[in-house]
């Protein structure tokens, strides 16, 4: 589905060469909580990950990727504790346990390194934009950090809560969780270390004091692979309109468990995911084909224009032939 989430993402890859993830390091250590030659694309795609050490055991990273997945190679590190925000996109992991969980825009989700270990991160809509901040808890047992250790935030109530044995990935989609991110992403990354350094520390107090938690997102990996299966098949298919029950009877799921899987990996139900992938083809076709807008319409499955014309305006704010006329 190309976005203009996925169009942003795309031009600030633009001199990133494909099949290549590019590591900056902002800092001074060479030594990372995370290694950079841990990251593989898979099967091709671009990335590129801005890395900066905040504090000794703290580090925070920007990633931006245009792939179907990147793979993560570490070792289960319990001690480790993995904080994810999403901005744009949706991304998932292997979390052991034949267990896939995904992450939204907007959503926060945190987790031990104990359970990634060595995971394929996929990436359902093609492309994915956030932050993670990763907290080596041994290294803040070793020597404690002084602007922590002035605060009321404690690092080892974060551990005992979220990286405990069997402790599962908690997600948090909340209205503070924004705020704290969002303007990491505009201020200037070559002097933002101050500030990055004083976001962490407000993301932290709001982590020991919020209540509110959900289990993320997930779904078995076999259920994984059915619903991407089905994904491809609907694609291709553009033209054609399946039901539910169709869909169940074709791969073999109940009607249930295929709504909630699919939601759980694309982030919206089937229909409503479906209606915005016409639609985003569609303005696609009118902006680089030369079919005409009758024959757009019965491409991307619509039985009459009239019907088309109504859904585009009602997405996009102009009718097709505005459209085409402002961007073709």
Sequence with gaps: MKTDAYNTIKDALKDTPEQTICIKNHGTQEQHILHPQQFTLQPAGKGHIDIFPLYEGIEL???????????????????????????????????????N?????????????????????????????????????????????????????????LYERYCGPDKKPIRFSHPWIQPVFSQMFTSPLTSSLPYFQLKCIELLFYLIEIEEQAPALSCSREQSEQIRAIHQFLIEHIDQR???EELAKRY?????????????????PIATYMKEYRLQLAAKLLKESEMSINEIAEYIGYESQGKFTKAFKARMQLLPTQYRKERH
């Excluded at 899987?261 to 919206?268: C, E, I, L, Q, T």
Aim: proline share 3%.
């Design 61 to 99: 990273s920007f990633h931006r990727y245009l792939a179907a997945s990147v793979h993560a190679h570490h070792k289960p590190q319990p001690h480790i504790l993995e904080i994810n925000y999403c901005r744009q996109g949706r991304i998932g992991w292997s979390m052991g346990k034949d267990t």
């Design 242 to 244: 399946f039901t539910i």
């Design 101 to 157: 969980v995904y992450l939204g825009s907007s959503d926060l989700c945190m987790h031990s390194l104990a359970c990634c270990a060595d995971s394929k991160m996929t990436l359902p809509l093609g492309y994915y934009e956030g932050i993670a901040i990763t907290i080596d808890l041994q290294s803040y047992q070793k020597k404690h950090l002084p602007i922590i250790t002035e605060t009321a935030v404690d690092l080892d109530q």
């Design 252 to 268: 073999l799921m109940n009607t249930s468990s295929l709504k909630t899987a699919f939601k759980a990996v694309y982030g919206m």
